[in-house]
């Protein structure tokens, strides 16, 4: 039974641990537009390679950072005020 219990919490926290970050649970009228957001995105002189929504209201990009285009970066942006939430 411990070893049942034990597992139930290990597998509870890495899931936890692999959830991307809550930006906001709001309605989507006062997020940035998607295209206005990959502007905003690439101006910061990031090159995005896939643009999607998470589950935990946030903008999120695979792509390639500003200051060595050869280095990979995931990054979560904030969907209302653009600012950077979290990068991997």
Request: aromatic letters at 10%; a positive charge; proline letters at 2%.
């Amino acid at each position: 039974m411990k070893k049942l219990i034990i597992a139930a919490l290990l597998f509870s926290a890495s899931s936890v641990a692999l959830a991307g970050p809550k930006c906001t649970d709001g309605e989507n009228a006062n997020w940035i537009a998607e295209d206005v957001m990959k502007q905003k995105i690439e101006a910061q002189g990031y090159r995005i390679k896939k643009f999607k929504k998470t589950t935990g209201g946030c903008y999120e990009i695979y792509g390639y950072d500003s200051n060595n285009n050869d280095n990979k970066v995931e990054i979560y942006f904030h969907p209302e005020t653009a600012e950077i939430v979290k990068i991997k």
